[in-house]
């Protein structure tokens, strides 16, 4: 089933998660339910506060970037109780879009390389390090898992020179192609 995204302003998105029980009613449902959204939103990632839940969960598909790095062929998977332990290398800018921000694209700054724990669909625990684009989606989806948007990882003039169009997001003056919970 495909889920609302919510938008920009809408106060789920600055929540912080929780870890979720092992027992939780209905995971993979909601899993599935959650990379059906973000297909259809043509995302490359989604996470659980992005359709309204409190929980630490994300999903990722890095196929989009494949051409560029075949090491994201096939990459597609669920991160359940996701923790970040160490973000290293150099911190590198590129631009980030989000499906809770439309039509905003802004150069953002990652850390090359990541060490998460987390639990897979099949609530089997992993202690990974990801790298390159891998890292930057993880770190751009965690960042929702704890209240945090691209936009406040940008310069403050950057900020400033979008301003008026995440004001137009919060009155609800955008159009998405994909089905949207506003504030």
């Excluded at 940008?154 to 504030?183: F, P």
């Amino acid at each position: 089933m495909i889920l609302p995204v919510y938008l920009y302003g809408h106060p789920i998105l600055r929540k912080v998660t929780q870890d979720i029980p092992l027992d939780y009613p209905d995971l993979k449902t909601l899993l599935s339910n959650m990379f059906e959204t973000m297909d259809k939103a043509e995302g490359v990632g989604l996470a659980a506060p992005q359709i309204g839940l409190e929980d630490r969960i994300l999903v990722v598909d890095l196929n989009a970037f494949a051409e560029k790095d075949p090491a994201c062929k096939g990459f597609r998977k669920a991160f359940i109780n996701a923790h970040i332990l160490e973000r290293t290398g150099d911190e590198v800018q590129m631009e980030e879009g989000c499906l809770s921000i439309p039509n905003i694209h802004e150069k953002v700054p990652r850390f090359y390389q990541i060490r998460m724990q987390y639990l897979d669909e099949n609530l089997q625990p992993h202690d990974e390090i990801f790298t390159g684009y891998h890292a930057r989606v993880l770190q751009h989806e965690y960042d929702h898992l704890d209240g945090i948007m691209f936009t406040d990882r940008i310069s403050g003039i950057r900020k400033q020179m979008i301003r008026s169009k995440l004001n137009r997001i919060m009155r609800g003056e955008t159009d998405c192609s994909y089905k949207v919970k506003r504030r």
